[in-house]
């Protein structure tokens, strides 16, 4: 299993940014993906995630009405819009895949995480 995220930076609040996970060595329909992040001294938190055909996307609440899961299943990527970025977003953003096929996951337990992707938000 190979995912690699890309997209992070630094941008001003209530700026956007869009991330990007690149995945390889799964069959990646099958699987439900997530973004989880974390903040320095916090602990990882569930953010956003999309189930196998992406027909059903799932948001925490504070990220609902701001960001936007999707992916693309032929080029196995998946994809987090970020709009009105705020200070408190700032984390290393994780890319992660369910443990289970089909299992829809909600948390931040029982996924495979990425490296990781910085995004500050500060002016």
């Known amino acids: 299993v190979q995912l690699v995220e890309s997209g992070g930076g630094l941008v001003q609040p209530g700026g956007s940014l869009r991330l990007s996970c690149e995945a390889s060595?799964?069959?990646?329909?099958?699987?439900?993906m997530s973004w989880v992040r974390q903040a320095p001294g916090k602990a990882l938190e569930w953010v956003s995630s999309?189930?196998?055909?992406?027909?059903?996307?799932y948001y925490a609440d504070s990220m609902k009405s701001r960001f936007r899961i999707y992916r693309d299943n032929i080029k196995k990527i998946v994809y987090l819009q970020m709009n009105n970025l705020r200070p408190e977003d700032t984390a290393v953003y994780y890319c992660?895949?369910?443990?289970?096929?089909?299992?829809?996951?909600?948390?931040?337990?029982?996924?495979?995480r990425g490296r990781g992707t910085q995004v500050t938000v500060s002016s």
């Open positions: 992660a895949k369910a443990n289970v096929p089909f299992h829809i996951t909600k948390d931040t337990t029982d996924i495979t």
């Open positions: 060595g799964f069959t990646f329909n099958r699987y439900t």
């Open positions: 999309v189930i196998g055909n992406g027909g059903n996307s």
